[in-house]
């Protein structure tokens, strides 16, 4: 469904993102992984937010403590790139972020709000930008990707961990 360049200019990995996205519309895209999350997020009882699927797995809160720093994270990279910005930019550990999480006082609750205000957010950073923008290539742990591409990795990133909590919690 998607450009044909999106899937050309972008790293292999992120195809499986991509291909988990319905719409070529990123604004849409990042409109409807988040009330995705949202409506699967909301519906997890207290009871049920610090479980795991087995031993060394994260929890229901972890996982979405994850999606909201992988969204800062792609969300500042993609910030950088749409400002034509060709710094290198490094990679990160997602265990080794989570691990660091572990003394945080919070719930569930407070992460899904902290989500929900984050991708309005990026929405609204995405919404003005030029295709120009969208299109700069950046680098960022080794690898080349656009403005464009880290918008749908994203959404495709959000709807892959909705599915993992759907499946398996």
Not at 5 to 26: A, E, G, I, K, R
Not at 98 to 114: P, S
Request: with cysteine; aromatic share 12%.
């Amino acid at each position: 469904m998607h450009h044909p360049s999106l899937y050309q200019s972008s790293p292999q990995y992120c195809h499986y993102y991509f291909d988990l996205v319905t719409t070529d519309n990123l604004i849409l895209a990042l409109q409807e992984s988040k009330q995705q999350c949202i409506d699967l997020f909301s519906g997890v009882s207290p009871e049920r937010e610090d479980s795991a699927y087995a031993p060394g797995k994260w929890t229901v809160k972890e996982v979405l403590r994850h999606i909201v720093e992988t969204d800062r994270i792609l969300s500042y990279r993609a910030l950088r790139f749409s400002r034509l910005d060709a710094s290198p930019l490094s990679g990160f550990d997602e265990n080794a972020y989570i691990h660091q999480t572990q003394d945080m006082q919070y719930n569930l609750q407070a992460v899904l709000k902290e989500f929900e205000c984050l991708r309005d957010s990026i929405i609204e950073m995405y919404r003005p930008m030029t295709d120009t923008m969208l299109e700069f290539k950046g680098t960022a742990n080794g690898l080349q990707y656009s403005a464009l591409a880290l918008g749908f990795m994203m959404a495709g990133h959000t709807l892959h961990h909705c599915n993992v909590v759907q499946e398996r919690y």
